[in-house]
């Protein structure tokens, strides 16, 4: 079945620095990929998504490409902030492979320090 | 309001209770899910519902029911609730009509000692 792999955390940052979050899947089909963010006492909430290959999924300074090549979506900001300390998850969806339900990662934490 | 709405938010009780979990919802969706998160395990599928009529188990229903009562509003229930279904419990909705993105409440914390 289709599956998601997200690099291991937690991460810590420093404000200013370069983030990148790994993520690999494994799907039979051609499924659509999702950043996900939980900020703290909330639910999640998309933060980028890339619907085919090559796709570049864009939001508040958070880029993800979509490479089938590699099978990775990896997440990168160049200038983390505070505020983006939270748990961002990485997942993929296939209308036609799985019926349109979501696969997530076991979710990374980021915490920026001042 | 939140399009995605969960009661209770926050909910203790103790082992062999029955506990309902609710979710409505104001987006108009057909699809509705029930998720668990538990600490470095992700987000894992409970049950699923494609309308009124439909619904499914996801890949872990054991010790779960749920119940569609209308097309906004989807419930969990715990029958006899046990110390491991301590968790987070998200509901989410989705259009079905798109690229799959999942649009989330935020979430019961529930406590079973």
């Known amino acids: 079945g289709d599956s998601v792999t997200q690099m291991e955390g937690p991460v810590t940052l420093s404000e200013e620095a370069f983030l990148t979050i790994n993520c690999t899947y494994t799907a039979t089909g051609y499924p659509s990929l999702f950043w996900y963010v939980q900020y703290p006492g909330e639910g999640l909430q998309l933060l980028l998504k890339?619907?085919?290959?090559?796709d570049k999924g864009s939001n508040k300074g958070f880029e993800a490409t979509y490479r089938k090549e590699t099978t990775s979506f990896h997440l990168e900001k160049g200038s983390v902030q505070v505020s983006d300390s939270a748990v961002y998850f990485c997942a993929l969806s296939d209308e036609n492979t799985n019926a349109g339900k979501s696969t997530f990662g076991d979710g990374t934490t980021l915490t920026v320090k001042p | 309001d939140a399009d995605v709405t969960q009661t209770p938010r926050n909910r203790i009780t103790k082992t062999g209770k029955r506990i309902m979990l609710e979710c409505s919802q104001t987006k108009g969706h057909d699809r509705m899910y029930w998720y668990r998160q538990d600490p470095g395990l992700g987000l894992r599928l409970i049950y699923y519902?494609?309308?009124?009529?439909?619904?499914n188990k996801g890949e872990i229903s054991d010790g779960y029911s749920v119940s569609r009562q209308a097309q906004a509003k989807f419930s969990l229930s715990l029958e006899s609730a046990i110390p491991n279904q301590t968790a987070l419990y998200f509901c989410?909705?989705?259009?079905?009509?798109?690229?799959?993105?999942?649009?989330f409440g935020e979430g019961s914390r529930l406590t079973v000692l």
């Open positions: 989410a909705t989705s259009s079905g009509r798109d690229t799959g993105e999942l649009f």
């Open positions: 519902s494609f309308d009124v009529k439909d619904i």
């Open positions: 890339a619907t085919k290959a090559d």
